[in-house]
T-cell receptor, first 116, second 113 residues
Framework: SAVISQKPSRDICQRGTSLTIQCQVD?????MFWYRQQPGQSLTLIAT?????????ESGFVIDKFPISRPNLTFSTLTVSNMSPEDSSIYLC?????????????FGPGTRLTVL | AQSVSQHNHHVILSEAASLELGCNYS??????LFWYVQYPGQHLQLLLK??????LVKGIKGFEAEFIKSKFSFNLRKPSVQWSDTAEYFC???????????FGAGTRLTVKP
């Protein structure tokens, strides 16, 4: 299993500012992802955070808006840049582990972002 | 485009009714399949998962799901729902070709007491 922590747990930000969310995993994992869950909606994959190389972004998400770092196998950051109210959402860090007992995805507790 | 489809946006049932929520995916190759539940104001919770073996998997709280490879489906079932099952249910697929997890849009289940 994997235990994931995220900081901050929530924040209220002004339009035009940026927020960096940190994700820490208690074990080394290869696959780490960032998701967004907007109010009343499903989880949308933002990007796959790759260790030692640029993140892989999904359609509709770009590096300039959501820069991601992954300096090692246990840590990643997601920055929400130049925020607007439409960015208000829960941002989730997630890891996927492959094991003999089965594969499983673990989620962080999420960062609830409100943009005024 | 490759996707995960949940056909029912909102399902309303009375207690003790049987439940079946549909999930179809369009990814080829090997997949891992999951159902998650999200109770109001809470985090995602894993209900059950399939990665190999018996295509009928049993999860927590009396839920089960059947993987039908020929239909690219992984429907969730429960023979008798309870009021406490009121929640949002998400189907998720991990296609090995993509190496990431994709979620369906979710189905809101309301169980009337």
């Amino acid at each position: 299993s994997a235990v994931i922590s995220q900081k901050p747990s929530r924040d209220i930000c002004q339009r035009g500012t940026s927020l960096t969310i940190q994700c820490q995993v208690d074990s080394q994992v290869t696959m780490m992802f960032w998701y967004r869950q907007q109010p009343g909606q499903s989880l949308t994959l933002i990007a796959t955070a790759n260790q030692g190389s640029e993140a892989t972004y999904e359609s509709g998400f770009v590096i300039d808006k959501f820069p991601i770092s992954r300096p090692n196998l246990t840590f990643s950051t997601l920055t929400v840049s130049n925020m607007s109210p439409e960015d208000s959402s829960i941002y989730l860090c997630s890891v996927y582990t492959l094991g003999l007992g089965g594969n499983e995805q673990f989620f962080g507790p999420g960062t609830r972002l409100t943009v005024l | 485009a490759q996707s995960v489809s949940q056909h029912n946006h909102h399902v309303i049932l009375s207690e003790a009714a049987s439940l079946e929520l549909g999930c179809n995916y369009s990814y080829g190759g090997t997949v891992n399949l999951f159902w998650y539940v999200q109770y109001p104001g809470q985090h995602l919770q894993l209900l059950l998962k399939y990665f190999s073996g018996d295509p009928l998997v049993k999860g927590i709280k009396g839920f089960e799901a059947e993987f039908i490879k020929s239909k690219f489906s992984f429907n969730l079932r429960k023979p008798s729902v309870q009021w406490s099952d009121t929640a949002e249910y998400f189907c998720a697929v991990f296609p090995y070709n993509n190496n990431d997890m994709r979620f369906g849009a979710g189905t809101r289940l309301t169980v009337k007491p």
